[in-house]
């Protein structure tokens, strides 16, 4: 039998929000719209952009300081991307990934978010507060999808890992962390209800 081993992995992460401590998805998703009510700024920024939705990510820089919830959210998530962090092996030379930005995305029936990365972090990722039957998964993409000039595609069946697209449906409650160079969108939602999301960067601080 040869040996084939796999390379250069991408790594996803996946767990439960609660792993680290207990957060109340219903007050959490009550924040995220009331939130989005009041947010005046962020609403036009919206809709001077053309962004479908919702997003407080122009407008509102301080969620963790404005919400205690948030900062719940926060201390959570920080225990998850140190754990990422560990099973990376990054050597982070004593100092630690820290929270850049965080935000509220809330996607309506018909919305999409385009392909993008997250620059200027090491690990990005989401964690699922509504997920109405029939929201979007997410999708994420090879790194290394534009070097494949002359490959075949890959089987329909092929094994997750050497899929060159892969879609992940999370449950509410799931946090995603990824690489922040990892290319991901989010297909067009076509739940009639929102999709709610909290969406954040960690940096190396
Ligand atoms: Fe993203």
């Known amino acids: ?25 219903d007050e959490l998703e009550a924040s995220c719209f009331a939130i989005a009510t009041d947010d005046e700024a962020g609403q036009q920024w919206c809709e001077g952009n053309d962004f479908p939705g919702y997003t407080s990510y122009a407008s509102l820089t301080d969620l963790p300081w404005r919400f205690p919830i948030f900062a ?3 201390k959570n998530l920080d225990a998850h991307v140190a754990a990422f962090a560990e099973d990376a092996q990054f050597d982070l030379d004593g100092r ?10 809330i996607l309506p029936e018909g919305g999409i978010h385009t392909s993008h990365i997250h620059p200027h972090s090491v690990i990005s990722g989401t964690t699922y507060v509504s997920m109405p039957k029939g929201a979007s998964a997410i999708k994420f993409e090879d790194p290394r999808s534009q070097m494949m000039m002359a490959a075949p595609v890959r089987l329909k069946d092929a094994r997750q890992e050497l899929k060159t697209f892969v879609y992940v449906e999370p449950k509410v409650g799931d946090v995603l962390l990824w690489e922040s160079w990892l290319r991901h969108e989010v297909p067009m939602n076509m739940a009639e209800e929102e999709r709610v999301s909290v969406s954040f960067n960690y940096a190396w601080g």
Request: proline share 3%.
């Open 1 to 25: 039998m040869p040996q084939i081993d796999s390379l250069f992995v991408t790594r996803l992460y996946r767990a439960a929000l609660s792993e680290h401590g207990a957060i109340s998805a």
């Open 72 to 74: 719940d959210l926060v």
């Open 96 to 105: 630690k990934l820290k929270l850049e930005d965080i935000w509220i995305n």
